[in-house]
């Protein structure tokens, strides 16, 4: 009888054209400046059914890149980060900010006739205003603390466990703006552990907590150095010392240039790739990885520690629409994988969903789990160093 040899489906996926993206960048549009990137379903393991599994990483012919020693003998890391897109449910001076950007980024769409841009065409004008309207009418009727008020909340949930994440902020917006913009400002007022205080001196306390703070950037610095050197020195300004971890808002990036861009400015390590529709390995892998520069055919100085689990990808309509218990075995299933191939599985978890029912809840049952794993649990910006200083991570 003849022997027969199994071809694993990874074995025509080109770790090298998936890695400096030329995968990812052949199928994107031209321009993505007015144009969210295109989601889970255009990615060419999708098409081959691999998102659920980090394929490159079983791969030994990959070399170094699959041993990874983790400090103190743990098996694998896991990186938790927030991404801080509001700090306010209930303010009439941010709803004013927030309506006034939008109509701005509005006629600015109109002014470019491009009936597909984000935010643009009628009818999303009119979702947009209904939206506001409730939400002026619900700050006039709103009484007591404000939800989102809470980021020591987070904070509990992780130190329960003796662990630390990445809170990446939002800088201040200038024009021109964008329909995401924020609209919360450094000298805005929140409550944080009992005290009311500006936003700027909370990220301060949380970056002297320990935790680390990288920056949130807005939507059109992804392909503009001087924007992006701008809002990380905004933020450099606040807390006082160098900010070394990015990720785009609204994961709005470009695989052909925000790597150069990024560089440029100086960031050290980058956590945005990865879905904002589904869960999964984007690059087919769970280990860090310099990004390539697809302009010079060179690798950056950058350090991607890829994004594998957003809640919002878990829990929302347009993502996976899961229930909290079954979301929670998803992370468990993608967990195992990881910890298989002794990677790294990145978590974003957004702390303006603390009023979303059960969303804190499975995070706190997710470290719990976390917690018995024998993983590293800690920042983008410790990984980061950890494997730059151990693991090869170029491509060549
Ligand atoms: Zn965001």
Redesign the pocket.
Known sequence: MNSRRWTLPWNDVDSFKLLSGRFEAERLPDDLSERPVPDFGYNVLNQKGLLYDPILDYDESQGERTNIQWPDGFDFAVCLTH???HVTRYSLTQTYRRVKQKASAHSRARSISEESLVGSNASDLLRSIAIEGRSVLQTIQHTGTDPYHSLDQWLDAERTIGAKSTF?I?PTPLPPYHS?DPEYRFSDSILFEGRKQTVAKTIRQIDNLGWEIGL?PTWYSFDDVDKLQQEKSELEDIVGSEVESV?????HYDIRQTPRVQEAVGFKYDSTLGFNRNIGFRFGTSYPWKLYDLQSNNSTNIVEIPLHVQDTALFRPKGLDLAPDDAIKYVKELTNRVRNVGGVLTLSW?PSKIDKNGWLDSYRQILSFLNDQNAWITTVAEIGEHCRQRAKLTLE
């Open positions: 991404d801080l897109d990446f939002l995401t949130h990720r785009s808002h609204c994961l957004h």
